[in-house]
């Protein structure tokens, strides 16, 4: 199977930011109405984070950023609370212009906010942890890789790649029209991962969430490593997680 050969799902942008405009700015809202499992949710990333910040190799704490970042729910809860600076892409120019209102007492610690779409998002900066949640889904697959390539290519030394998404217990994609998006399955990711040269360091199932929603998984991702050196620590970081990802 070639990116090409992928690359079959129906995502219209334009459809996209216009459902999301019609949705009110608060927790509720952009969690599809499943507001209630945002605390289960922030708990198991946050547990996932700490494990990466404490690996052999960790990325530094400086900045990080949030991708598709809705109101800033994860900001708020989750990478104010580790990251000296917080980015923003959010192409919803309401939940944007609500982020630093809702952070309220770390507002100071939010940095750029980037008005547009992640298939238009090249960062200028880099970054030690870019985490995308619930947004890929609204990618096309191309699009999605040469986006993650243009992540990989914003990491600082040691940086770190989050991917936290739904994925199909069918195996098969899934669209929805209402907010023209698809959800993936973990063959797809893995092998999206795959094409923008990534390699998984850790992967984790959400738990504690309820019975019948999707399964959520969290996956840290680095560049596949070269001989040049560049990425010589992230490859020990990575030897370290090989035989967590085995035992999937
Ligand atoms: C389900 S909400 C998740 C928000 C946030 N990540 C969270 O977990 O609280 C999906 C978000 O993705 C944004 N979005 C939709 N299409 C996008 C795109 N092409 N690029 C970036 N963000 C997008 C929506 O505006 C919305 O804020």
């Given at each position: 199977?070639?990116?090409?050969?992928?690359?079959?799902?129906?995502?219209?942008?334009?459809?996209?930011?216009?459902?999301?405009?019609?949705?009110?700015?608060?927790?509720?809202?952009?969690?599809?109405?499943?507001?209630?499992?945002?605390?289960?949710?922030?708990?198991?990333?946050?547990?996932?984070?700490?494990s990466?910040?404490?690996?052999?190799?960790?990325?530094?704490?400086?900045?990080?950023?949030?991708?598709?970042?809705?109101?800033?729910?994860?900001?708020?809860?989750?990478?104010?609370?580790?990251?000296?600076?917080?980015?923003?892409?959010?192409?919803?120019s309401?939940?944007?212009s609500?982020?630093?209102?809702?952070?309220?007492e770390?507002?100071?610690?939010?940095?750029?906010?980037?008005?547009?779409g992640?298939?238009?998002?090249?960062?200028?900066?880099?970054?030690?942890?870019?985490?995308n949640?619930?947004?890929?889904?609204?990618?096309?697959?191309?699009?999605?890789?040469?986006?993650?390539?243009?992540?990989?290519?914003?990491?600082?030394?040691?940086g770190?790649?989050?991917?936290?998404?739904?994925?199909?217990s069918?195996?098969?994609?899934?669209n929805?029209?209402?907010?023209?998006?698809?959800?993936?399955?973990?063959?797809?990711?893995?092998?999206?991962?795959?094409?923008?040269?990534?390699?998984?360091?850790?992967?984790?199932?959400?738990?504690?969430?309820?019975?019948?929603?999707?399964?959520?998984?969290?996956?840290?991702?680095v560049p596949?490593?070269n001989?040049?050196?560049?990425?010589?620590?992230?490859?020990?970081?990575?030897?370290?997680?090989?035989?967590?990802?085995?035992?999937?």
């Amino acid at each position: 199977m070639t990116a090409k050969d992928i690359d079959n799902n129906v995502i219209n942008y334009e459809k996209s930011l216009e459902y999301w405009a019609d949705i009110p700015a608060t927790v509720d809202g952009v969690l599809g109405g499943f507001g209630f499992i945002s605390d289960a949710d922030i708990e198991g990333s946050t547990i996932f984070l700490n494990s990466l910040l404490s690996s052999k190799n960790p990325p530094c704490t400086n900045t990080a950023i949030d991708c598709g970042a809705g109101i800033g729910r994860i900001t708020k809860f989750l990478l104010t609370q580790f990251f000296k600076s917080v980015d923003i892409v959010e192409p919803d120019s309401k939940f944007i212009s609500t982020i630093k209102d809702f952070v309220g007492e770390n507002k100071e610690k939010v940095g750029n906010l980037y008005n547009v779409g992640l298939q238009e998002f090249h960062p200028v900066k880099k970054y030690d942890v870019i985490w995308n949640q619930w947004v890929l889904g609204y990618l096309k697959d191309m699009d999605l890789i040469s986006y993650l390539v243009r992540c990989s290519n914003a990491l600082n030394e040691n940086g770190i790649i989050v991917v936290k998404e739904n994925v199909t217990s069918s195996g098969k994609p899934e669209n929805d029209d209402n907010d023209s998006s698809v959800t993936r399955s973990l063959k797809q990711y893995l092998k999206i991962f795959k094409d923008a040269n990534l390699k998984r360091i850790k992967q984790v199932k959400q738990t504690n969430f309820p019975n019948g929603i999707y399964p959520v998984y969290m996956f840290a991702l680095v560049p596949i490593c070269n001989n040049s050196g560049l990425y010589n620590n992230v490859c020990n970081a990575t030897e370290k997680y090989v035989s967590e990802i085995n035992k999937l």
